[in-house]
């Protein structure tokens, strides 16, 4: 540590000699004796100088006194205890007035069908579907045992895995597993699925995925197998939980894998993962993708009563859109109660909503919104585009990018927050409305019903067919479904992505006319379709550019591996088929 170095003040004698400590004082040789005039104009000096550094201190202390009452203040209106009591500052955008905005443009609304979108030509970025490239031989022969010099190597051993979450955070963890078990040169036991508190959904691998299309679709590339067999479970008096349990930190790396799990998974011979969710990174070697890829567009295909109903959904919904040649509109809604709860936003239910969100926030997430350090600002939320858009903000955006009265809307929903008053305003600007319960009778919707992943099935291949697809509160659902629709669609996901602070803002000017809000909207349409064939650059890849939302150009090679190839345009075969099969016509996409 360098030592500090002390300068004398400047009003000290140039000739003065420091003899000492002197208890704190200074010893100096003394001066010559002033004259008379000399004093007097010393002292004058000294006066002035006195004078002027009392004046300096005191305009510092005030300067000192005020920060600190600024800054104090500045947390009672932001972030203090108090708020409450003093009341927020306003922020534009942060106010819930689109009731009132829609009841002033209504009649322009309602009577605005004069440029009216053809579907087919909403999209004016186009992409040329690219010619299937064959996978790196090398490095996938290497790799996966598919030379006859590696087809013998013996498994490590037996991988188990517990996916949590909804449908589409378990369907990464299961892509991710597959992927791990290629890396440990392991045997992957079909994965299990942990019972959510929030989700509430027993269902097992097999009421979602069709499972022997998924050990066959991966045969080659890993081994999977439904059980542990009985020679590893008596080792361990049949008891899972006595199976060794590793806890793997997120977006675990490739060497984190082959130096902290291999070893065990050697040593024991069989392993537990659990949970498993976000647990491998999103940058790995390229044959790790490859079996990503593998699983998520081969070999996950849902299970026949999903596909099946799924298929006379799509049928229906076609149908129902012969005005506009076969193609519709599907709206990812997610406006949920425990949604709008999560949110920490508030729309127009005053005190008496605030209570219930509470309620809801504190039976389903216990105390984790009361913690001294939660801040809840639900007008903060609105402006920084966090709320969920409620059915009558999605109803106003879309007619304002010029989707007319007569299109056809596919809403991908759960059970909707207060349904009859929100779906109200939504329905009369789009009276072609249509929802799984409406397409189908009771009876078919009766397997499914208490099944929100089953349900969740539905309602992605729905829209996953869709020719628009409107994206609202972000989350796994359109993160899949965006980089599904790139896969089928040759890089175009075709997907509305609302600016939402931006929206905030026009749907509380209450002098807006419609005229000023179309013109935005159609500039937020532009934008959407211009971010819809984007791709992000190699090198700027990190763990959340997920190879689920943007699939190519790394799973383009994948469609020449599958036998199955299919151009009927059979739901059944989703996961095998190319975007140029037949698939779109019958769909009419």
Same mark, same amino acid.
């Given at each position: 540590?360098?030592?500090? +170095? ?15 400590? !002197? ?80 009841? &002033? ?9 004069? =440029? ?84 509430? !959904? ?9 499972? !022997? ?13 439904? !059980?542990?067999?009985?020679? +590893? ?47 491998? *990174? ?5 044959? +790790? ?9 081969? *070999? ?9 109903? *799924? ?58 919104? &009361? ?35 007569? =299109? ?47 349900? *969740? ?27 599904h629709r790139r896969f089928l669609f040759g890089g175009h996901a075709k997907t509305v992505i609302p600016d939402k602070p931006k929206l905030v803002l026009l749907l509380q000017d209450m002098d807006v006319r419609w005229e000023v809000f179309k013109k935005e909207m159609k500039l937020m349409l532009g934008e959407s379709d211009r971010k819809g064939v984007m791709v992000p650059r190699v090198r700027k890849i990190n763990r959340k550019t997920s190879i689920y939302t943007y699939p190519l150009p ?21 996961? =095998? ?13």
């Amino acid at each position: 540590m360098k030592s500090k +170095i002390h300068h004398q003040p400047n009003g000290g004698s140039n000739n003065g000699v420091v003899t000492g400590n !002197d208890n704190g004082c200074r010893s100096e040789s003394p001066s010559p004796p002033l004259s008379p005039n000399r004093r007097v104009l010393r002292r004058q000096r000294r006066q002035t100088l006195l004078r002027a550094s009392s004046f300096s201190l005191r305009r510092n202390l005030r300067y000192l006194l005020l920060l600190p009452m600024i800054y104090a203040s500045g947390l009672l209106m932001c972030v203090g205890p108090f708020s409450g009591l003093v009341g927020w500052v306003y922020v534009p955008g942060s106010v819930y007035r689109s009731p009132e905005i829609y009841r &002033k443009l209504k009649d322009d609304i309602l009577s605005d069908n004069s =440029t009216a979108l053809e579907l087919s030509s909403v999209w004016k970025y186009k992409r040329r579907p690219k010619m299937p490239k064959p996978c790196p031989n090398s490095t996938v022969s290497s790799r996966l045992g598919l030379t006859s010099e590696s087809s013998h190597l013996i498994p490590t051993g037996y991988l188990i895995v517990e996916a949590n979450g909804g449908l589409n955070q378990q369907r990464s963890a299961i892509c991710n597993a597959v992927a791990v078990a290629g890396l440990l040169n392991a045997v992957l036991v079909i994965p299990q699925f942990e019972f959510h508190a929030i989700w509430k !959904d027993s269902s097992t691998f097999g009421d979602i995925y069709d499972e !022997d299309h998924f050990i066959s679709s991966l045969e080659g590339y890993v081994k999977i197998v439904r !059980d542990v067999p009985d020679e +590893i479970m008596t080792r361990f008096n049949y008891n899972m939980s006595s199976i060794p349990t590793i806890r793997v930190q997120a977006w675990a790396t490739v060497n984190y894998y082959n130096g902290e799990v291999y070893p065990l998974l050697k040593e024991h011979g069989v392993i537990r993962i659990s949970p498993f969710a976000n647990r491998l *990174a999103m940058s790995v070697p390229p044959y +790790i993708q490859l079996l990503r890829c593998i699983a998520n567009y081969n *070999a996950l295909k849902f299970s026949s009563p999903i596909s099946t109903l *799924a298929e006379k959904l799509v049928d229906r919904m076609v149908e129902k859109s012969s005005e506009t040649g076969g193609k519709y509109v599907s709206v990812h809604l997610r406006f949920e109660e425990d949604m709008v709860a999560f949110s920490c936003c508030l729309y127009e239910g005053g005190r008496a909503e605030k209570s219930e969100m509470d309620v809801i926030r504190q039976k389903s997430w216990k105390g984790k919104f &009361k913690r001294r350090d939660r801040v809840i600002r639900p007008d903060l939320n609105r402006v920084n585009g966090k709320c969920p858009l409620t059915p009558l903000e999605v109803g106003m955006m879309l007619r304002g990018m010029g989707f007319d009265n007569n =299109t056809s809307i596919y809403l991908a929903s759960g059970r909707i927050y207060q349904r009859e008053k929100h779906l109200a305003p939504l329905q009369e600007m789009f009276p072609r409305l249509y929802t799984k319960e409406s397409l189908a009778t009771r009876e078919e919707l009766a397997p499914f019903e208490g099944y929100s992943s089953r349900m *969740a099935a539905l309602d992605y291949t729905v829209s996953l067919l869709s020719e628009v697809f409107v994206t609202t509160q972000g989350g796994n659902f359109p993160h899949f479904l965006m980089g599904h629709r790139r896969f089928l669609f040759g890089g175009h996901a075709k997907t509305v992505i609302p600016d939402k602070p931006k929206l905030v803002l026009l749907l509380q000017d209450m002098d807006v006319r419609w005229e000023v809000f179309k013109k935005e909207m159609k500039l937020m349409l532009g934008e959407s379709d211009r971010k819809g064939v984007m791709v992000p650059r190699v090198r700027k890849i990190n763990r959340k550019t997920s190879i689920y939302t943007y699939p190519l150009p790394e799973c383009e090679c994948i469609f020449h591996l599958s036998s199955n190839f299919s151009a009927t345009g059979n739901i059944q075969n989703l996961g =095998t088929l190319h975007p140029t099969s037949n698939l779109m016509n019958t769909a009419r996409l």
